[in-house]
């Protein structure tokens, strides 16, 4: 796996191939400029501007996607005005999240009865900045990233435990680690039972979503899921309790 943008996964494989070029990260500053008379004017530095970031996604059916399909999920961001996190390898872009700005088509192939076979699709994000995540997201103490980490190895060794996952230990979350929980989302269903699921339960009742005593160890019960769907409302994920990765991601970063 490359990376994610919400439910979208970016990823090579000898079964299917989804990936962008052309990536752009830009930065910038916002000034104002006060006007003096019989002078040049007076430039003053207000603070940073929203970063932006450009990509071009390929789309060939030849590599096990549906060229079609991708294109109405760019534009269903578009006008869903759904925010998320942008995921390159281990590592989250941004102070926070992105919006999905804009989206230009262009068909390429076209087979009978208009079945699209190629094309791309040109994407705009811009940051988003949402105060809930200004005040959470603060830097994190060594102690807490340390926290943090153990969490993560006692994470991966769950996953290794219950699903035979075979990802290291390393209290990194990396793409094995990213991969293995993607691997596990239709899975994780009211009523399932696992030692990853008391892993989430203990991160909600830390967040204080969850009450402890109000759910049953290991058991993705309703309790447990009506966390997960509130924590998924204040974070701006869809609220339908699927533990997908860009509901992981709060896990694995906070």
Request: aromatic fraction near 10%; avoid cysteine.
């Amino acid at each position: 796996m490359i990376g994610y943008f919400g439910d979208i996964v970016f990823e090579t494989s000898d079964k299917k191939i989804l990936t962008f070029t052309s990536f752009k990260h830009d930065s910038a500053g916002r000034w104002e400029k006060h006007n003096v008379i019989g002078t040049k004017p007076i430039s003053e530095f207000v603070g940073p501007d929203l970063d932006t970031i450009t990509f071009t996604i390929n789309l060939n059916g030849s590599y096990g996607v549906k060229p079609r399909d991708e294109m109405e999920k760019w534009i269903g961001l578009v006008n869903s005005g759904i925010v998320d996190v942008l995921v390159i390898g281990t590592k989250a872009l941004g102070q926070d999240k992105w919006s999905v700005k804009g989206v230009s088509e262009a068909w390429d192939v076209i087979f009978n009865k208009g079945e699209l076979f190629s094309g791309k699709i040109d994407v705009t994000l811009e940051e988003y900045i949402e105060s809930i995540n200004i005040v959470t997201e603060t830097k994190k103490s060594s102690a807490d990233l340390d926290t943090l980490s153990e969490s993560i190895k006692a994470l991966q060794y769950d996953l290794n435990g219950e699903y035979n996952a075979k990802i290291a230990q390393t209290g990194v979350a990396d793409k094995d680690t990213l991969a293995a929980l993607n691997g596990i989302t239709s899975i994780i269903v009211k009523g399932h039972k696992s030692l990853v699921i008391l892993w989430i339960q203990e991160k909600l009742v830390n967040y204080g979503y969850l009450k402890q005593g109000a759910y049953t160890d290991k058991v993705y019960d309703e309790a447990t899921f009506q966390a997960v769907t509130n924590m998924q409302k204040n974070w701006g994920r869809p609220t339908d309790g699927v533990l997908r990765l860009d509901t992981w991601s709060i896990f694995l970063n906070n």
